[in-house]
């Protein structure tokens, strides 16, 4: 298995500082006061394209939540590079407001998180991504000679099969994707520090390798999964650890595996369409 030092040491950090941390990011430039009050009640549409440096994004409103924030779906392309939103939601302010969004990208697989502050422009999202060990600035900005359209008051309620963000309150056992291929996990026992699993994984070339044994063991940072594997095609023997995204939860795992003197990063993700039978 191959992997790269820096890439390594900060997956390292993120398994010892693991912590669920509320990102910071440029807050919106709302409307001035003498202009507040004539669209306070006006919501900008975000639907339609977007231009960005990881190609052209395009987003759409589906509706509103429960708690009142619009439901926002969307993707994007950038050569062979493909981008899903799994969850996604628009808190409006008076000409602004701040969009969230969990995003998949199947061909790497991993997920990431992303925070904007739409401008009183209504034409400029700037923000900030989390992938993993690593972030960037990512800004969505209109097409040129776009002009901002608002939503109408009538927005539909969706209260049935919404996307839910990723908790780290999860269960280790089940499927998952990886960067060595795709994973599986079951649980054989229950004792007094956590579950003891066993699985499998199939590499890209179809062979499969075997999880002998491991533990998920609960903590208030979600979770450590631990467990020893063994790859027949090589007969290496390791040991991997993983712990939850610090904005993702439970949907990626962030983990090391160690074969004698190697070592390198191991992802866990599940697939966006999981559900757990």
């Known amino acids: 298995m191959f992997f790269h030092r820096t890439i390594l040491k900060a997956l390292i950090a993120l398994l010892v500082f693991a912590n669920f941390v509320a990102p910071a990011i440029a807050q919106p430039q709302g409307l001035p006061p003498s202009l507040a009050k004539q669209v306070v009640s006006e919501i900008v549409d975000l639907s339609g394209v977007?231009?960005?440096?990881?190609?052209?994004?395009?987003?759409?409103?589906?509706?509103?939540?429960?708690?009142?924030?619009?439901?926002?779906?969307?993707?994007?392309?950038?050569?062979t590079n493909q981008g899903i939103?799994?969850?996604?939601?628009?808190?409006?302010?008076?000409?602004?407001?701040?969009?969230?969004?969990?995003?998949?990208?199947?061909?790497r697989p991993m997920y990431g998180y992303v925070e904007f502050a739409l401008q009183a422009n209504g034409?400029?999202?700037?923000?900030?991504?989390?992938?993993?060990?690593?972030?960037?600035?990512?800004?969505?900005?209109r097409k040129p000679g776009f002009k901002p359209s608002y939503?109408?008051?009538?927005?539909?309620?969706?209260?049935?099969?919404l996307a839910v963000r990723g908790t780290?309150?999860?269960?280790?056992?089940?499927?998952?994707?990886?960067?060595?291929?795709?994973?599986?996990?079951?649980?054989?026992?229950?004792?007094?520090?956590?579950?003891?699993?066993?699985?499998?994984?199939i590499n890209a070339q179809g062979q499969e390798g075997t999880i002998s044994s491991g533990l998920f063991m609960r903590d208030p940072n979600g979770g450590i999964l631990r467990f020893d594997y063994y790859a027949p095609w090589n007969k290496a023997q390791g040991k991997g650890e993983f712990r939850p995204d610090r904005y993702l939860g439970g949907k990626m795992l962030l983990g090391i595996y160690k074969e004698g003197n190697d070592s390198g990063a191991w992802f866990l993700c599940?697939?966006?369409?999981?559900?757990?039978?």
């Open 50 to 79: 977007w231009s960005s440096p990881y190609g052209d994004v395009t987003l759409k409103v589906e509706g509103k939540d429960p708690e009142g924030k619009l439901i926002v779906t969307g993707n994007w392309k950038n050569g």
């Open 85 to 107: 939103i799994t969850w996604g939601r628009f808190a409006p302010t008076a000409g602004s407001g701040i969009l969230k969004a969990e995003y998949f990208l199947p061909n």
């Open 123 to 141: 034409t400029d999202l700037l923000g900030k991504y989390w992938e993993g060990p690593s972030n960037g600035v990512w800004n969505l900005k």
């Open 151 to 161: 939503l109408s008051n009538n927005i539909p309620i969706i209260t049935q099969n």
């Open 168 to 201: 780290k309150v999860f269960d280790a056992t089940g499927k998952w994707l990886s960067n060595f291929g795709d994973v599986e996990l079951r649980g054989v026992s229950l004792i007094s520090t956590g579950v003891m699993v066993k699985g499998k994984w």
């Open 270 to 277: 599940r697939p966006p369409d999981y559900s757990k039978k």
